[in-house]
């Protein structure tokens, strides 16, 4: 799939945004001294302020969890490091027989870790318990086009597709709906825990869990009867110790405490690194966005609200987007390494567009006072109307605070709006965002693939995991057209098309693209190498 290659290359040439990876001249060993049979050196202690949600990969769909299932689970297809074009991975090969049918042949002889056989009868139960599960806050609005999963012999399945064509398909079964789990482990109609999965070595990955604190310290052991892709770990032992506070992660990785740094370290912090003799920076591809979630149902006027008031509750949604500077968060807060957004696909990807910039503020991308006061005089809207807007400090980075108190006095500006902010430990907050306990609130996105759709299904499908109540017929119909489309010009089109009908509706107000921060120590390799166009963080390609 030669397009994804070059719509990474163009998001970083475009929008001139990067995944960053700093690295110090000095580094620990960062845990025991025995080193492995996968690979040389020492274990690879890799730091994070990243949370997992659940290790299930029905109960998760942020980058933290992820992260580790990325590690431990085994995947249809993959992608090598440096590329992010689908490949077989414990698949022996896999393709479209029909255009609704996509067929995977798996390799023989695979196994879970706990000596439980791995076929297709995993795979056609992780599939179906994703759609029969639908948790709120899992990936299974990716398989919005999946009409069934077939096991047609041990080791042949069959994806029957409601709409043929599908161009990301191939792309979807890679990202955090793929994982496939043991049939004999996992519970068909709910979630599992962690303790139990880790308890039933249910693992087929590139790794195992040795040892498991939830967000504390995990070890990976290299798992050596995963037959994938990837190949054999460089590292017998990793660790992944959770921080809460990233002054300490920085901290730990100056001091040689940990070997990486990996997710996330503010703004300030890396220009201020980046000035640091002892460090080298690399650059490497970025996707991520940061926006607002508007919930239809209980934000101002919202569908569930006693002044339930679609007109009015469009118009405070326009009133916003009219009076937000994306450009002085990104230099304020951000110091450049986000840039404005002002649309649903970042620039770079084929058919973005930019349709906030000339339907709201001046114009040109700049806050306009009376454009939002036109917006909610001419709804009858009078104020100023108290706003409850909801951030995360921990999981997207202690700068959220101050990118949300500069929304605050943006929002505030003219005495339109009174602002209450609130914040959530995340844990908490992905759950609640997802059971309508905030009316509008931050999110952030890095992305499953790099095809434009992963920015549009997941949001404004009726099913997505937004669960925010947006359900717009003409964006629905839009979207199954883009996602099916093998004539590249016309599907471009379309993308163009959803992100115009959306914007008019704002079922949320993107504001900030951006990228990722690791710093490593100079003995560990490999890390340019994980920070990959195809937004999966491998802990094997790391060594010593």
């Given at each position: 799939m030669?397009?994804?290659?070059?719509?990474?290359r163009?998001a970083i040439?475009l929008?001139g945004?990067s995944m960053?990876?700093?690295?110090?001249?000095t580094g620990?060993?960062?845990?025991?001294?025995?080193?492995g049979s996968?690979?040389g050196?020492?274990?690879?202690t890799?730091?994070t302020?990243?949370?997992?949600?659940?290790?299930?990969?029905?109960g998760?769909?942020?980058?933290g969890?992820f992260m580790v299932?990325n590690?431990?689970?085994p995947f249809?297809l993959?992608?090598?490091?440096?590329?992010?074009e689908?490949q077989?991975?414990i698949?022996?090969?896999?393709?479209f027989?029909s255009p609704?049918?996509y067929?995977?042949?798996?390799?023989s002889?695979?196994k879970w870790a706990n000596?439980d056989?791995l076929d297709?009868?995993?795979?056609k139960?992780?599939f179906?318990?994703q759609?029969?599960?639908?948790?709120?806050?899992g990936p299974a609005?990716l398989?919005?086009?999946l009409d069934?999963?077939?096991a047609k012999?041990?080791t042949?399945?069959?994806?029957h597709l409601k709409?043929?064509?599908?161009?990301t398909?191939?792309?979807?079964l890679?990202g955090?709906?793929?994982?496939?789990?043991d049939?004999?482990v996992?519970p068909?109609?709910k979630?599992m825990?962690?303790?139990?999965i880790i308890?039933?070595k249910a693992f087929a990955g590139?790794?195992t869990?040795?040892s498991?604190q939830?967000?504390?310290?995990?070890?990976?052991?290299?798992?050596?009867d995963y037959?994938?892709?990837?190949?054999a770990?460089?590292t017998d032992t990793?660790?992944?110790?959770y921080?809460?506070?990233?002054?300490?992660?920085?901290l730990?990785?100056?001091?040689?405490n940990?070997?990486?740094?990996?997710r996330?370290l503010p703004?300030t912090d890396?220009?201020?690194?980046?000035k640091?003799s002892?460090v080298k920076v690399?650059?490497?591809p970025?996707?991520?966005?940061r926006?607002?979630?508007?919930?239809?149902?209980?934000?101002?006027?919202?569908?569930?609200?006693?002044e339930a008031d679609?007109k009015?509750?469009?118009a405070v949604?326009q009133?916003?987007?009219?009076?937000?500077d994306r450009e002085a968060?990104?230099?304020?807060?951000?110091k450049?390494?986000y840039?404005p957004?002002?649309?649903?696909?970042?620039d770079g990807f084929?058919?973005?567009t930019?349709p906030l910039k000339?339907?709201?503020?001046d114009g040109?991308g700049?806050?306009?006072?009376d454009?939002a006061k036109q917006?909610?005089?001419?709804?009858?809207?009078?104020?100023?109307?108290?706003?409850n807007?909801?951030?995360?400090?921990d999981h997207?980075?202690?700068?959220?605070g101050?990118?949300?108190?500069?929304?605050?006095?943006?929002?505030?500006?003219?005495?339109?709006?009174?602002?209450?902010?609130?914040?959530?430990?995340?844990v908490?907050y992905?759950k609640d965002?997802?059971?309508?306990?905030?009316?509008m609130?931050q999110?952030?996105?890095?992305p499953d693939f790099?095809?434009?759709?992963?920015y549009?299904?997941?949001f404004?499908t009726k099913?997505?995991?937004?669960k925010?109540?947006?359900?717009n017929?003409?964006v629905q119909d839009?979207i199954?057209?883009?996602a099916?489309n093998?004539?590249?010009?016309a599907r471009e089109?379309?993308?163009?098309?959803v992100q115009?009908?959306v914007?008019?509706d704002?079922?949320?107000l993107?504001?900030?693209q951006?990228?990722?921060?690791?710093?490593?120590?100079?003995?560990?390799?490999?890390?340019d190498?994980?920070?990959?166009p195809?937004f999966k963080f491998?802990?094997?390609?790391?060594s010593k």
């Open positions: 030669s397009k994804t290659r070059t719509a990474v163009s040439a929008a945004v960053l990876a700093l690295t110090a001249c620990p060993s960062g845990g025991s001294s025995s080193s996968a690979g050196g020492g274990p690879v890799v730091g302020t990243d949370k997992v949600t659940f290790l299930d990969p029905a998760s769909y942020d980058n969890s299932m590690q431990i689970y249809l993959n992608s090598k490091p440096g590329s992010a689908p077989p991975d698949a022996e090969s896999a393709s027989t609704t049918e067929t995977v042949k798996l390799k002889g695979l000596g056989s297709s009868a995993d795979v139960f992780s179906d318990r759609v029969k599960i639908n948790d709120p806050n609005s398989l919005d086009n069934s999963t077939e012999d041990a042949t399945v069959v994806f709409q043929g064509n599908d161009q398909f191939p792309q979807v890679t955090p709906v793929g994982p496939i789990v049939h004999n996992f068909a109609d979630v825990n962690d303790e139990d308890a039933k590139p790794f869990i040795s498991y939830k967000n504390q310290l995990v070890s990976f052991k290299a798992n050596p037959k994938g892709l990837l190949g770990p460089k990793v660790n992944l110790k921080y809460s506070d990233s002054n300490n992660l920085k730990d990785v100056q001091q040689s940990i070997d990486v740094a990996w996330s703004a890396v220009d201020n690194l980046s640091d002892k690399y650059k490497g970025g996707g991520e966005i926006y607002i979630v508007f919930n239809f149902d209980t934000m101002p006027f919202g569908a569930k609200t006693p679609a009015k509750a469009l949604r009133a916003m987007a009219d009076l937000v968060i990104a230099t304020q807060v951000y450049g390494t840039t957004l002002y649309s649903y696909v970042p084929p058919g973005a930019t000339s339907m709201y503020g040109s700049k806050p306009s006072l454009k917006a909610l005089s001419a709804a009858g809207v009078t104020g100023p109307l108290t706003l807007l909801q951030y995360n400090p997207y980075g202690k700068s959220s101050d990118e949300y108190a500069l929304v605050k006095q943006q929002l505030e500006s003219g005495g339109l709006f009174k602002v209450n902010l609130q914040s959530t430990e995340w908490t992905s965002r997802a059971k309508d306990a905030y009316p609130y999110l952030g996105w890095f790099s095809d434009p759709d992963n549009l299904t997941p404004f099913n997505s995991f937004l925010n109540h947006y359900d017929p003409t839009l199954t057209k883009e099916t093998p004539d590249k010009s089109k379309q993308i163009g098309d115009d009908a914007a008019k704002l079922s949320t993107p504001l900030l951006g990228s990722q921060v690791a710093v490593a120590g100079a003995s560990v390799k490999g890390v190498s994980t920070l990959d195809s491998r802990l094997g390609v790391l």
